[in-house]
């Protein structure tokens, strides 16, 4: 038995319809992310609490480009206490970072500087990851076992942007080993700096977003001295 033939009108109707449908949003775009990791012993209140008052600096800096660029998802981790250490969902919102931060209390204890590498290399294996942020003023393990996390992270290409408060030259010489093998880099400021800190929160968003050119347009002498530190 022959097949009716299709009328052709009822062939360019359906292709008016295909043509003027616009296709779907693409909302599988991956997100930025950036992982936040604070330390939050005791001598670490005041700079936690200024961290809190410039996180929305990890989204802004992105935001304000305008040119539809993905989103900044943002982990916070921390440690803290006896063998305390804490993660927050990944979020797009600065307002729901915030109330992850405002939750948390200051307790005194150790570094833990290695389950933050470690942490940063199995969320690095299970989403894509842009680049970590470290914020502390102390390093109370061993440099050797440090470094050799900080490899394993360089092999999944995630940068640590290591950001010390204060002057302790022994934490020093380990946060700028462990930003050096990464391909990240280290910025020590001024404790209660909130320009020096807000800028370099700043420069982080814009390398997870545009990489080291987005960096290079940021005009701040702190921003200037990570940027150098970074591979070409």
């Known amino acids: 038995m022959s097949k009716t033939p299709v009328p052709n009108r009822d062939i360019e109707n359906f292709l008016t319809v295909v043509r003027a449908t616009k296709p779907p949003a693409n909302v599988s775009e991956e997100p930025h992310r950036i992982l936040f990791a604070l330390d939050a012993t005791a001598s670490r209140e005041p700079t936690w609490d200024l961290a809190m008052s410039l996180h929305a600096e990890l989204f802004r800096a992105v935001a304000e480009e305008g040119d539809g660029a993905a989103q900044v998802a943002v982990q916070l981790a921390y440690y803290r206490g006896y063998n305390e250490f804490h993660t927050s969902p990944w979020t ?96 020590p400021f001024q404790a209660g700096s909130a320009d020096q800190l807000r800028a370099l929160f700043g420069a982080v968003a814009r390398y997870a977003a545009h990489g080291r050119d987005g960096v290079r347009e940021i005009e701040h002498d702190v921003v200037r001295g990570l940027l150098a530190q970074l591979p070409p």
Do not use: N, Y
């Open 92 to 187: 797009t919102s600065s307002t729901a970072l915030l109330r992850h931060m405002t939750g948390v209390a200051c307790r005194g204890g150790m570094s833990q500087i290695g389950r933050v590498l470690g942490h940063a290399l199995a969320e690095s294996k299970r989403v894509p990851v842009k680049a970590a942020v470290f914020v502390g003023d102390a390093c109370e393990e061993p440099h050797g076992v440090l470094t050799a996390a900080a490899g394993r992270l360089a092999l999944f290409k995630m940068p640590v942007f290591v950001f010390q408060e204060g002057d302790d030259p022994s934490a020093g010489r380990i946060f700028r080993s462990i930003a050096r093998i990464t391909g990240g880099a280290h910025a």
